[in-house]
């Protein structure tokens, strides 16, 4: 079953790894997927380097997927050319992949703007390439506040409903930590007549650097409770941790109440946690 057919089925739940760093062999992914088999997820996603770093370990990792559950993996075109993203297409296609989250990436260190997009300028113009090759389901990446390089958030919600017109058939979110934030977000979203599956990505907050970290390069906003977390249990990373966990707990309640139609949990290639948010929410 395709994963746009799941979301028919019922709530979704994904899970996403990344490679391991170049430097660490590939194997150190094998007893995080081994922990994260038995959550049953319906899709496990692997992340792409920008540029096309390590995109071989994205195909290999995407193998590894296969015998646990679906696997969605991530593509980007930033600074590649149609010959390239086809001999990726070619080796996923070859590995019995049949879901891609299509992306456009982030400028890499070593490249400059000007050739990083010659071929590709958005995600919607890799969609369109791959909906002509006809192989592969897509999904596409979405942002409840904005993408940090749009004006407003109406002109990032015209520029993904483009690419849900040139075929991306369901939406993952870009991490958030303020449910109300994702509710309006998705009341636009159905307005604008955008009205695919839309995945919410959930990202627990387990220490206080890794926050400030994935604040600044997504630009999401923190709200108050968070903000609370941070004051009190900053310098106390075990209550930290929980404090944490309780919070991302409490955002899939939410989110569960109110019909989301997935949660996509980005696990850091970390099992403890995901299995604990899991089993307490009654995801699973
Ligand atoms: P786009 O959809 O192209 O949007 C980028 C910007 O261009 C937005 O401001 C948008 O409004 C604007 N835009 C889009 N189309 C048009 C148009 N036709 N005309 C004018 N403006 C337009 N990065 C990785 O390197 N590897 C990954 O594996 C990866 N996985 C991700 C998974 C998720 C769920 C998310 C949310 C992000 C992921 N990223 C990944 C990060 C992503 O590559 C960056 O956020 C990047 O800056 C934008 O990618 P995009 O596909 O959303 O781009």
Redesign the pocket.
């Known amino acids: 079953m395709s994963i746009p057919q799941l979301f028919k089925q019922g709530r979704v739940l994904s899970l996403e790894v990344f490679p391991p760093k170049p430097d660490s062999p590939i194997e150190v992914i094998d007893k995080t997927l081994d922990r994260l088999a038995p959550l049953k997820p319906d899709y496990i996603s692997v992340?792409?380097?920008?540029g096309g770093s390590g995109r071989s370990r994205s195909v290999e990792i995407a193998k590894k997927i296969l015998p646990i559950c679906k696997c969605l993996s991530?593509l980007?075109c930033v600074g590649a050319d149609a010959a390239e993203i086809d001999s990726v297409l070619d080796s996923l296609k070859e590995a019995g992949i049949s879901d891609i989250?299509a992306?456009?990436?982030?400028i890499p260190k070593d490249m400059d703007a000007e050739s990083a997009f010659v071929h590709y300028q958005?995600?919607?113009d890799l969609i369109t390439h791959i909906k002509n090759r006809g192989d592969f389901d897509m999904g596409?990446?979405c942002?409840p506040e904005g993408?940090p390089?749009?004006d407003s958030l109406m002109?990032?919600i015209d520029?993904l409903k483009?690419?849900v017109d040139a075929g991306a058939q369901f939406l993952?979110?870009?991490l958030f930590f303020d449910n109300v934030l994702f509710y309006r977000f998705m009341e636009q979203l159905r307005r604008r007549g955008v009205h695919v599956p839309v995945t919410a990505?959930i990202m627990p907050v387990l220490n206080a650097a890794q926050i400030v970290r994935m604040t600044l390069l997504s630009g999401t906003s923190v709200p108050p409770e968070l903000a609370k977390i941070i004051a009190r249990y900053g310098d106390n990373p075990a209550d930290f941790r929980k404090a944490g966990l309780e919070f991302a707990m409490d955002q899939v309640s939410g989110l569960m109440a109110n019909g989301v139609q997935g949660i996509h949990l980005y696990t850091m290639n970390k099992a403890d946690a995901i299995t604990e948010i899991i089993k307490e929410t009654g995801l699973r």
């Open positions: 992340t792409y380097g920008a991530h980007t989250m992306l456009r990436g982030d958005h995600a919607s596409a990446a942002y993408h390089q749009s002109e990032d520029n483009r690419k993952v979110t870009q990505g």
